[in-house]
């Protein structure tokens, strides 16, 4: 079945440690989107990406970091200087930037 | 920049009414997305309005678009349980590269 991935359901960071969270997408979709949403609030885009190669910040994507290098694949890492991380983090695809995305399953990330 | 707001926020109801949940956005949009989620879960997509006057119906959801008044419409027939969740409505700016969310309208329909 054709869709998104994200791994893993939960995680825990410690202090001053990176975390990666994984999204990985068979739906052959080129643009690729991470989102974090807090507690009763809308989405947040922190980066996205139109194509291979290439992404371009969001609003909010201080202490993230992202990397595009395979269609299939954009992984998102939570730095050490992003101070408040625990969300819960959404990847999504579509075809191309005008057309409807589609969303993983999601991350929780927590702090220890 | 553009921005997204939805109201209400909260909506509690009662199983058989109708409702109207508003989406409205500050610029020039050429497209318009209703989604839903359920608690704990990942976005469902609903409707997808692209032009000035397009209406969209499923089931007992109909989504209609005015884009001279900027105004997005998620109108509740005969509500029921099943429909309890959070919904959200997203912007594109036009020719724009990503969406803008509104805050999500949290549902709750009460038997």
């Known amino acids: 079945d054709g869709g998104i991935t994200q791994s893993p359901k939960y995680l825990f960071r410690k202090e001053g440690q990176n975390v990666t969270l994984s999204c990985e997408q068979n739906l052959n979709h080129d643009a690729m989107y991470w989102y974090r949403q807090d507690p009763g609030q809308g989405l947040r885009l922190i980066y996205y990406s139109q194509i291979v190669n290439d992404f371009q910040k969001g609003d909010i994507a201080e202490g993230y970091s992202v990397s595009r290098e395979k269609k299939e694949s954009f992984p998102l890492t939570v730095t050490s200087a992003q101070k408040n991380p625990t969300a819960f983090y959404l990847c999504?695809?579509?075809?191309?930037?005008?057309?409807?995305?589609?969303f993983g399953d999601g991350t929780r990330l927590s702090i220890l | 920049e553009l921005k997204v707001e939805q109201n209400p926020l909260f909506l509690s109801m009662q199983e058989g009414k109708n409702y109207t949940i508003y989406c409205n956005y500050s610029?020039?949009?050429?497209?318009l997305y209703w989604y839903r989620q359920d608690p704990g879960k990942s976005l469902e997509s609903l409707f997808v309005l692209l032009s000035n006057g397009a209406v969209k119906q499923e089931g007992r959801l109909m989504a209609s678009l005015d884009t001279k008044a900027r105004l997005s419409t998620l109108h509740i027939t005969a509500a029921v349980h099943d429909l309890s969740a959070t919904y959200f409505c997203a912007v594109r700016e036009t020719s724009g590269s990503r969406l803008t969310f509104g805050e999500g309208t949290q549902l709750t329909v009460n038997p």
């Open positions: 610029t020039t949009s050429d497209r």
């Open positions: 999504a695809s579509s075809i191309s930037v005008d057309q409807p995305q589609h």
